[in-house]
């Protein structure tokens, strides 16, 4: 036990000459890690759309990827993009991000509301599905029909009125109603409304069932180029022939839609952080090929009147951020949001290094030096003592002269220092045999 501790380095000296720099360096990086950039939070309260809709399966492939970096998704309902566009943009709204339809806003509407696109993720055509005995093929014949657009928060009832405008039609040319998905689906089967629209991704299981139902047509858009043209936030899509069911030749020909495009749309207080593992999920969700889209077509920062958030273009333009692709997303942000720190903390260290090791070794020999001046004051004391005194000094001197060989003995150092400690053993037996031989004169 006695062979360890003399050979190892004396901790407690080591902890005195390096404390005070890894004090100084926890401290900075204590403070920096509150300070600098604060911390990401671990859960977003993200607002999806209606029952069995497709924001409201997205929403939840989005909750499944984040959890794997223990980044939890409060999901609410609401009645669709209206309804979202309206909660992300108030500030009393706990409601920090969600899926919103193009068109539903403008971009200086945007701004001053604080908002910011993450891209564009999937096509989400206008769906007119209506009962005819034959086929409608103008926006005009709907005239004086019962026509279903949904809620006041979906984004097809605003979509739909600019499609009347362009057509010299007016809401008193229909005969509306505001029905949700569900019991709109349930009227147009039952024959209680002429007409439903909707807009939404191809993933609606309702939307799939219209698809396959007879008796139910689907409207035609064959002026979907033209109103592309005329709406930016508009694509022309083509729903080809058979994809709905090959077997059956559903639809049995090309079908023209014209799409908006459902945005992840976020309020700038959103953490910086966030948005690359939303658009790393955006990517594994939307990435592939569907119904409209090619394969990586989406996620996009196109297709979107919002203001694109910095930290996405950075994403769209050089992938995930750098740290992000080796570690977790949590260690790549502490490391991240530290980096400054760690250069400062290697600047200090750099000098502080030269002058540490010093003043390790000065503290191990201090323990032997301090003795010297103990030694000096015996002789100092021998020196000045008046000739009849000093038997009595010297005997007085001689036990100085052993309490001493006594402490030092009991001196702990590392090996590699034991030269100075066996050098003051010698010295203190050079003065004792001093202050013997003036007691023998």
């Known amino acids: ?32 890690y509150k300070l600098v950039d604060p911390a990401p939070p671990s859960d977003i309260d993200f607002i999806t759309g209606q029952d069995n809709s497709a924001y409201e399966a997205y929403a939840k492939r989005y909750a499944a990827e984040l959890a794997k970096n223990q980044i939890s998704l409060n ?10 566009l309206e909660k992300i943009s108030d500030p009393d709204s706990v409601i920090e991000i969600g899926f919103v339809q193009s068109g539903s806003t403008d971009e200086a509407e945007a701004r001053s509301k604080g908002l910011v696109s993450l891209g564009s993720l999937f096509y989400e055509p206008i769906w007119i599905f209506y009962r005819d005995k034959k086929e409608l093929t103008s926006i005009t014949q709907f005239k004086n029909k019962r026509i279903n657009v949904g809620t006041e928060g979906m984004g097809g009832a605003r979509l739909f009125k600019q499609i009347l405008d362009v057509n010299g039609m007016q809401e008193v040319d229909v005969r509306l109603s505001r029905l949700a998905t569900t019991p709109a689906t349930v009227a147009l089967l039952e024959g209680k409304i002429d007409a439903l629209i909707m807009s939404s991704a191809p993933d609606s299981l309702i939307l ?27 694509s022309h ?40 593992q939303l658009l790393q999920a955006a990517q594994k ?85 301090q003795w010297y001046g ?35 003995n009991r001196i702990s150092i590392p090996l590699s220092y034991a030269e100075e400690l066996y050098g003051l053993r010698s010295h203190i037996n050079f003065v004792r045999k001093r202050v013997q031989s003036l007691l023998n004169t």
């Open 1 to 32: 036990m006695s062979k360890i501790k003399f050979t190892l380095f004396s901790l407690r000296d080591l902890l005195v000459a390096f404390g005070p720099m890894l004090l100084m360096i926890l401290v900075v990086g204590g403070l920096a």
């Open 75 to 84: 999901l609410q309902a609401s009645q669709g993009s209206q309804e979202n």
């Open 208 to 234: 799939q069932m219209l698809l396959q139902t007879p008796g139910i047509q689907l409207f035609d858009f064959t002026q979907a180029e033209a109103y592309s043209r005329r709406f930016p936030f508009l």
């Open 237 to 276: 899509v083509v729903l080809p022939r058979g994809i709905v069911d090959f077997g059956k030749n559903i639809p049995a020909r090309d079908v023209h839609l014209i799409s908006p495009t459902a945005t992840l749309v976020a309020h700038e207080s959103l953490h910086p952080a966030l948005i690359g």
């Open 285 to 369: 969700i939307h990435g592939g090929a569907g119904w409209f889209s090619k394969q990586g077509e989406f996620p996009s920062d196109r297709y979107t009147e919002i203001p694109v958030a910095a930290q996405a273009e950075k994403f769209y333009k050089n992938g995930p951020p750098f740290f992000q692709r080796y570690l977790s997303f949590w260690l790549a942000n502490f490391v991240e949001r530290m980096w400054v720190v760690f250069l400062a903390a290697g600047a200090l260290f750099l000098p502080l290094s030269k002058i540490i090791p010093p003043l390790y070794v000065w503290r191990i020999r201090s323990r032997v030096y």
């Open 374 to 408: 103990k030694l000096r004051l015996v002789e100092q004391a021998l020196d000045e003592v008046a000739p009849e005194r000093r038997q009595q000094v010297a005997q007085q001197q001689l036990k100085n002269l052993d309490e001493i060989e006594e402490k030092v």
